[in-house]
């Protein structure tokens, strides 16, 4: 669904290219608004675009992190973000007009190392269920065949990333393999919760994206790099980390 050159490139790769001066972090944050820019109307992935603020952070002083300048789609589920609102798929956060005031660990984390938050992802309502198409914004649409819907919870990052849009998806820390989470944060591939091409179904996802509902198939698992090695990352624990025994 695209065709500039940072769209199938996983996070570390594309790092690679800023450490290496080949490419700065402005241009790899436009290259993935533009992405999400075009293919949003279809698929329904944001429900908070924050280009501006991402074109402004990747022209400032970064942190020399292993991610430094790569675009970042932030999961809209208690990954708390300054200054930046927070619905978690709820009607009800949504018409509060709910501001986060600060950053959570785990986002705080994910700038440390360099990432660029672009926009939130949809999520199921408050992440309770295992699809992805909350009466409050509607359906996230799959891009291999778009009478299909996402899992969940984590639905927005997977369409996202099976429609080349490239650079990390994070969410609430337990992005997953399986049926409904993948981001970079807990160690998976936003691909996860997106099936294989299916046969078409009765009626079409994208034009009910804005609101409805639609059936999600199993995932297919798929690994990146980046996962792997924010896995790793998150050993050494922090603030929210589940205690381990022996």
């Known amino acids: 669904m695209t065709t500039d050159p940072y769209a199938h ?3 570390t790769a594309q790092a690679d290219l800023v450490a290496r001066r080949e490419v700065k972090p402005e241009e790899l944050v436009d290259a993935a608004i533009a992405r999400l820019e075009a293919f949003d109307p279809q698929l329904g992935v944001l429900v908070t675009p924050l280009f501006d603020k991402a074109r402004d952070a990747a022209r400032g002083e970064l942190p020399g992190g292993p ?3 790569v ?3 932030l999961k809209d589920l208690v990954a708390h973000s300054a200054g930046d609102p927070l619905y978690e798929g709820s009607a009800f956060l949504r018409d509060a007009g709910w501001v986060e005031r600060e950053d ?3 986002v705080r984390a994910f700038k440390a190392a360099g990432l660029v938050v672009v926009g939130k992802s949809k999520t199921p309502e408050f992440g309770l269920v295992s699809t992805t198409e909350p009466a409050a914004f509607g359906v996230a649409c799959n ?3 778009l009478t299909r819907g996402t899992g969940g919870s984590s639905g927005g990052p997977a369409a996202a990333g099976a429609a080349g849009r490239g650079p990390a998806g994070a969410s609430d820390g337990a992005p997953d393999l399986h049926v409904g989470a993948p981001d970079l944060a807990s160690a998976a591939d936003p691909a996860a919760r997106i099936a294989p091409p299916p046969s078409p179904a009765a009626a079409g996802c994208a034009a009910r994206h804005r609101g409805g509902t ?3 198939p199993a995932p297919a ?5 980046e996962a792997a090695r924010q896995r790793t990352r998150r050993r050494a624990g922090g603030p929210g980390t589940p205690a381990r025994s022996g």
Request: aromatic residues 14%; hydrophobic residues 35%; positive net charge.
């Open 9 to 11: 490139l996983d996070a």
């Open 143 to 145: 891009p291999w065949d």
């Open 221 to 225: 698992r798929r690994r990146r790099t």
């Open 67 to 69: 991610f430094r300048g």
């Open 104 to 106: 959570s660990y785990l």
């Open 71 to 73: 675009p970042l789609l």
């Open 214 to 216: 639609t059936a999600s």
